[in-house]
């Protein structure tokens, strides 16, 4: 096999890891907590970042595109999961913030998705 074949091998494989991994990620969250990957992926961001980030910063982190991010957050809104606020110094800037009911789901959907991850990449991890 020459380096380009092999290149593209491992691409694929990684694709596909990735795919198995995001699906039964999405489908636990969904069933466990109500929220899909890319809610949790917001508010784990959030509480990364102490609970309040800019939506453009959350755009950059989380690879999704501003629509896909607004679509997110005003379905989150609408759950009392996170809060949006002008920023005050900039008119277009926006921030985020995980409500309390937020950071408590986050939490509650942290065991499951440490639990997938786990099953899938423990092997990954070094021992010690």
């Known amino acids: 096999m020459n380096t380009e074949s092999v290149l593209i091998d491992q691409w694929r494989s990684l694709l596909s890891?990735?795919?198995?991994?995001?699906?039964?990620?999405?489908r636990a969250l969904q069933h466990h907590h109500g929220m899909t990957m890319?809610?949790?992926?917001?508010?784990?961001?959030?509480?990364?970042?102490?609970c309040k980030?800019?939506?453009q910063e959350l755009v950059g982190d989380l690879h999704l595109s501003q629509s896909a991010l607004s679509r997110?957050?005003?379905r989150m809104?609408?759950?009392?999961?996170v809060e949006r606020a002008m920023c005050d110094t900039d008119r277009r800037?926006?921030?985020?913030?995980?409500?309390?009911?937020?950071?408590?789901?986050?939490?509650?959907?942290r065991a499951?998705?440490?639990d997938v991850l786990k099953r899938h990449l423990a092997d990954r991890?070094?021992?010690?």
């Open 53 to 55: 980030a800019r939506a």
């Open 77 to 81: 809104e609408k759950c009392g999961l």
């Open 125 to 128: 991890v070094p021992q010690g």
């Open 112 to 114: 499951t998705q440490l």
């Open 38 to 50: 890319s809610d949790y992926e917001v508010l784990d961001r959030l509480v990364d970042a102490g």
């Open 17 to 26: 890891e990735y795919s198995r991994v995001a699906q039964e990620l999405d």
């Open 72 to 74: 997110a957050v005003a």
């Open 93 to 109: 800037g926006v921030f985020v913030t995980a409500t309390d009911a937020g950071r408590a789901a986050h939490s509650a959907a």
